[in-house]
T-cell receptor, first 112, second 113 residues
Framework: KQEVTQIPAALSVPEGENLVLNCSFT??????LQWFRQDPGKGLTSLLL?????REQTSGRLNASLDKSSGRSTLYIAASQPGDSATYLC???????????FGAGTRLFVKA | SQTIHQWPATLVQPVGSPLSLECTVE??????LYWYRQAAGRGLQLLFY??????ISSEVPQNLSASRPQDRQFILSSKKLLLSDSGFYLC????????????FGPGTRLTVT
């Protein structure tokens, strides 16, 4: 049974700091892994999707990596800004099927 | 472009009352549709998904049911709400042959009192 864990649960950093959010999954047989952003009381916005054959994806100040053998993914945010404050969720999709497994998220607060 | 709507945005209901949450998608045909629940401090839990009109698959046995009366309409219902039904309900859609790319609606915050 796939389980997805995100550490830390919450993080507070000063503006401008580089930071790493961690996601671990128990079953390496995944189709892809995706990172989402969720603002308070809102839906999810997709940030980066990494296919199982890929090692990383980049979009602007965001970089996500995937290491299937160790069951880990990281989201790196460079030069953090107050507008980055949100909850970040990772989601692992199994090889086949609709049941995506989500982590509980990391709540990020960037102080101005 | 495609858009997904959910209503209501927030809802406060007493225990034992019925529930109906609606989700509609515009700008696409024959989408896969999904209902998720997000409890406080927990990840999203897939409740139902549908690959076509009248086709509903349940992932978790519970007090809820889902229906898809039209191609782009997905409804989440309950006959009698429980306190444990409180949470944030999200609807999502995907293209039929790309279920791994799901697009989420704005969500409904349900509080059962």
């Amino acid at each position: 049974k796939q389980e997805v864990t995100q550490i830390p649960a919450a993080l507070s950093v000063p503006e401008g700091e580089n930071l790493v959010l961690n996601c671990s999954f128990t079953d390496s047989a995944i189709y892809n892994l995706q990172w989402f952003r969720q603002d308070p009381g809102k839906g999810l916005t997709s940030l980066l999707l990494i296919q199982s054959s890929q090692r990383e994806q980049t979009s602007g100040r965001l970089n996500a990596s995937l290491d299937k053998s160790s069951g880990r993914s990281t989201l790196y945010i460079a030069a953090s800004q107050p507008g980055d404050s949100a909850t970040y969720l990772c989601a692992a999709r199994p090889a086949g099927g609709f049941k995506t497994i989500f982590g509980a998220g990391t709540r990020l607060f960037v102080k101005a | 472009s495609q858009t997904i709507h959910q209503w209501p945005a927030t809802l406060v209901q007493p225990v034992g009352s019925p529930l109906s949450l609606e989700c509609t998608v515009e700008g696409t045909s024959n989408p896969n549709l999904y209902w998720y629940r997000q409890a406080a401090g927990r990840g999203l839990q897939l409740l139902f998904y549908s690959v076509g009109i009248g086709q509903i698959s349940s992932e978790v046995p519970q007090n809820l049911s889902a229906s898809r009366p039209q191609d782009r309409q997905f409804i989440l219902s309950s006959k009698k709400l429980l306190l444990s039904d409180s949470g944030f309900y999200l609807c999502a859609w995907s293209v039929q042959d790309r279920p791994y790319e799901q697009y989420f609606g704005p969500g409904t915050r349900l509080t059962v009192t």
